[in-house]
């Protein structure tokens, strides 16, 4: 394989760099790829790079530094890759037993409680959760990055929240679709960044 493969300092040529990137948009049949298909390679190479910039294996990340062309999105809907309502309400009856429907719940500062049962220990989980993802995230992306705990509650009935639980976003399912319309903190090539860090498996190995 190393015998058939290019060295990763050829990527410093503009062209070669460009036929990389071309070549994300065909499928191993040589058909077209889907635009979201290509969307995903891209990310994929250019944190690549960015890892590879990270390990001073190259000086700048040469795909960023490409022009090119935004492909159109098609808002058509695959059914093949989406569902519908009815096989996404079965999706959601397979969600493991931190999902409860039907039922009663309170949410204090540590806890929470199912129809007035034993309390357990979300909220406080939660917390510790997203210190963890925030302190791997900002170790190597080198920015702060905000991670907030949130707890999402699917079919329940009746849902209390404690006066004092502050720490933890708290949402019923239908509540979550508020979140679209809140504005980032982060730039497009932090998000990016981000991405590609939450993906690599070595980084949370031991986190």
């Known amino acids: 394989?190393?015998?058939?493969?290019?060295?990763?300092?050829?990527?410093?040529?503009?062209?070669?760099?460009?036929?990389?990137?071309?070549?994300?948009?065909?499928?191993?049949?040589?058909?077209?790829?889907?635009?979201?298909?290509?969307?995903?390679?891209?990310?994929?190479?250019?944190?690549?790079?960015?890892?590879?910039?990270?390990?001073?294996?190259?000086?700048?990340n040469p795909i960023t530094a490409v022009r090119r062309q935004k492909p159109k999105v098609s808002n058509q809907v695959d059914p093949r890759v989406v569902a519908n309502p009815e096989p996404a309400r079965n999706l959601l009856t397979t969600v493991p037993s931190s999902t409860y429907y039907r039922v009663w719940q309170e949410v204090g500062d540590d806890s929470v409680k199912v129809d007035h049962g034993k309390p357990a220990p979300y909220a406080r989980k939660s917390r510790a959760e997203a210190k963890r993802v925030a302190r791997v995230l900002e170790h190597y992306c080198g920015f702060p990055v905000p991670v907030e705990p949130m707890l999402v509650f699917v079919g329940v009935t009746d849902l209390n929240v404690v006066a004092t639980q502050l720490s933890v976003r708290v949402y019923r399912e239908r509540e979550v679709a508020a979140l679209a319309p809140l504005s980032g903190v982060l730039t497009a090539e932090q998000v990016e960044r981000v991405y590609g860090v939450a993906r690599h498996r070595q980084a949370w190995i031991r986190a």
């Open 1 to 60: 394989m190393s015998k058939a493969s290019r060295l990763l300092t050829d990527l410093a040529e503009p062209a070669t760099a460009r036929a990389v990137l071309d070549s994300l948009k065909l499928e191993l049949d040589g058909k077209a790829a889907a635009t979201e298909t290509v969307r995903r390679k891209r990310r994929t190479l250019v944190n690549a790079a960015n890892y590879a910039v990270d390990l001073g294996e190259l000086r700048e």
